[in-house]
């Protein structure tokens, strides 16, 4: 998995294709103090259940999904943004095919 190129404009939403039936990652940077990642979900795909020892931060930049955290579900779309606490069980699952970007802050 390699990192974007630095100080050069980026398209996100570009930069990682839908996979029928599949989660397609693609890292952007990772350093000590966090990482950058994007996300393609194709539709009804999810991540289980699961919790992190970081918060983290999940802003959607096409399509529509479901974010639960701790039981309460949230349904996003393009532009909005959620924060998933850190050590609180979460999980995400594609309405409809979807984009997002997650950023993870180690504190």
Known sequence: MSTAPKSQVMLLAEMVDYQEGSVVSRQITKAEAGNV??????????LSEHTAPYDALVHILEGEAEVTISGQPFRLKMGDAIIMPANEPHALKAIQKFKMLLTMIRA
Do not use: M
Request: proline fraction near 0%; hydrophobic fraction near 40%; glycine fraction near 10%.
């Open 37 to 46: 990642t994007l996300f393609a979900f194709d539709k009804e795909q999810g």
